[in-house]
Each structure stands twice: as structure tokens, then as C-alpha cells.
């Protein structure tokens, strides 16, 4: 069945290259997060979205990063300036308050 | 950002074996949930925990919630090759919608 889809699911980039993660979630479901998993590491919460409300960015590394949220729908998380230490792969989730459903996600390599 | 301890970090057992594997917080949660993540996707619910003490199976998994709301537990049983993955558990504390999710123990099974 349907699910949370991101794109794309690979991006290369190189160092100061600006890029933009894109989310379609499963509709319905009016909360939206992204998280970053790092080689060998666990999720990083990165930002949330709940429907009108303003986004908890709390989780955002640096000014480098920004998400937005069109419609209550579709996300697209950008990084400006990308650095090495960006390299991750980029999970975004869509759930409720006891379960989350994440997306394949997108691994970013910055070289 | 703030992570659950989960250990152990990796195990490499034979097909057959029970594992058992857990998450320790400083920070009590009223919410446990255990993941698993296939390579190349992102992780899919296994079992949720809503109350202290609570043990609640889901086939071969068997999952605890901690008495101190500080831990929890992930057992499962005669592991098959399929079994394979990184397990992840996540951690959310009553009134808040972020998440806390433990660092992954990633599991091998030796045929």
C-alpha cells in the first residue's frame, strides 16, 4: 500500500552545494518529523511539524538548515552550504502520538 | 542531540539463539516502541509500550516496559536469517511528541 515516500532516495553533492529533500507523506496524518541517522548512530531529531501550528526547529544543527511544510502535506527539508559532517541519511516520518511511520529515506553524501 | 543507551551495540549469533537486547534512560518515559530497520529503509514498528511493567509479544518479539519507566527490553526468540537488521528503541515522555531513539543494535545471524 501507499506509504511515506521521499526523494530522492541518493544525492551526492559537493561541499557548499545547496540541496533539497523532498517528503510525501501518507495522507491524513497531521504530524510530520525529520530525522537524520548518521553512519552508525542512532535518529537525530531534526524538526516537527503538527498541522497550523508553528514547527518545533529545535532540532535543526545549524542555520544551514530549513524545512518547510506546504498545504500540511508535502516537506522538503533544505541544507545551504552543505558540509561533510552533512552526510546522513535523511528519514522523514509521519505518524501519530504512538505510532511513526518513516520513509525510506534519502542518503546525502557530501564530498 | 539527547540519546537513548541501547545495547549491545551489535551481535552476530546462529540461526536458532535467543537475543535479548535493551535501552536505559535517565529520564523516565510513558511511551516505549521498538524498531527495526531493514538496509536501505527506513525502520518499522515491531512493538509498542504504554505502561510500566507491561510485557507484550509479537510473534518470536518479546518486548518489557521497565518498573522504573527507565528501561525497556527486547527479546526475541530461535532467530532466523530474516532476522537481520539494526533494532532501534524510541523513548517519548508524557505531554511531548519528540521522540528520544536509542543509538540501534545491529544484528547478525549466522546460518
Known amino acids: 500500500g501507499a506509504g511515506v515516500s521521499q526523494s530522492p532516495s541518493n544525492k551526492v553533492t559537493e561541499k557548499g552545494k545547496d540541496v533539497e529533500l523532498r517528503c510525501d507523506p501518507i495522507?491524513?496524518?497531521?504530524?510530520l518529523y525529520w530525522y537524520r541517522q548518521s553512519l552508525g548512530q542512532g535518529l537525530e531529531f531534526l524538526i516537527y511539524?503538527?498541522?497550523?501550528?508553528?514547527?518545533?526547529k529545535s532540532g535543526l544543527p545549524s542555520d544551514r538548515f530549513s524545512a518547510e511544510r506546504t498545504g500540511g502535506s508535502v516537506s522538503t527539508l533544505t541544507i545551504q552550504r552543505t558540509q561533510q559532517e552533512d552526510s546522513a541519511v535523511y528519514l522523514c516520518?509521519?505518524?501519530?502520538?504512538?505510532?511513526?511511520?518513516f520513509g525510506p529515506g534519502t542518503r546525502l553524501t557530501v564530498l | 542531540g539527547q540519546q537513548l543507551n541501547q545495547s549491545p551495540q551489535s551481535m552476530f549469533i546462529q540461526e536458532g539463539e535467543d537475543v535479548s537486547m535493551n535501552c536505559t534512560s535517565s529520564?523516565?518515559?510513558?511511551?516505549w516502541l521498538w524498531y527495526k530497520q531493514d538496509p536501505g529503509e527506513g525502520p518499522v514498528l515491531l512493538i509498542a509500550l504504554y505502561k510500566a511493567g507491561e510485557l507484550t509479544s509479537n510473534g518470536r518479539l518479546t518486548a518489557q516496559f521497565g518498573i522504573t519507566r527507565k528501561d525497556s527490553f527486547l527479546n526475541i526468540s530461535a532467530s532466523i536469517p530474516s532476522d537481520v537488521g539494526i533494532y532501534f528503541c524510541?523513548?517519548?515522555?508524557?505531554?511531548?511528541?519528540?521522540?528520544?531513539f536509542g543509538t540501534g543494535t545491529r544484528l547478525k545471524v549466522l546460518a
Open positions: 529520564s523516565i518515559f510513558n511511551t
Open positions: 516520518v509521519e505518524g501519530t502520538w504512538n505510532e511513526q511511520f
Open positions: 495522507s491524513g496524518h497531521t504530524a
Open positions: 524510541a523513548g517519548l515522555t508524557s505531554g511531548t511528541y519528540k521522540y528520544i
Open positions: 511539524f503538527q498541522g497550523n501550528s508553528a514547527p518545533d
